[in-house]
Nanobody
Framework: QVQLVESGGGSVQPGGSLRLSCAAS???????MGWFRQAPGKQREGISCISRDGETDYADSVKDRFTISRDNDKKMVYLQMNNLKPEDTAVYYC???????????????WGQGTQVTVSS
């Protein structure tokens, strides 16, 4: 699998916003795309997914705060994060999925991730 490249992370105060970006490939239109995160001492948490047709799904922990989108022409996937909370602190990864249903992450598709830190 061609590795994806995540960017846009940073350090913000609670209530702040960040937009994460994921640089994909010319093949991204064939896949559902999603974001997962992993924090120290916690399991991997799938947080959002967008299907090939643009249908979206969110984990309860981020619903109504995060918005996933994709631009197939630009080969980009985005995650707009608003009203950030300290518990959102984690490394965020973008990944390919076969379909949005279930934890169908395609192993090896994600990159090194981007750090999001929410404090103060």
């Amino acid at each position: 699998q061609v590795q994806l490249v995540e960017s846009g992370g940073g350090s913000v105060q609670p209530g702040g916003s960040l937009r994460l970006s994921c640089a994909a490939s010319k093949f991204m239109e064939h896949f559902a795309m999603g974001w997962f995160r992993q924090a120290p001492g916690k399991q991997r948490e799938g947080i959002s997914c967008i299907s090939r047709d643009g249908e979206t799904d969110y984990a309860d922990s981020v619903k109504d705060r995060f918005t996933i989108s994709r631009d197939n022409d630009k080969k980009m996937v985005y995650l707009q994060m608003n009203n950030l909370k300290p518990e959102d602190t984690a490394v965020y990864y973008c990944a390919r999925k076969v379909v949005c249903l279930g934890s169908s992450w395609i192993e090896g598709s994600w990159g090194q991730g981007t750090q999001v830190t929410v404090s103060s």
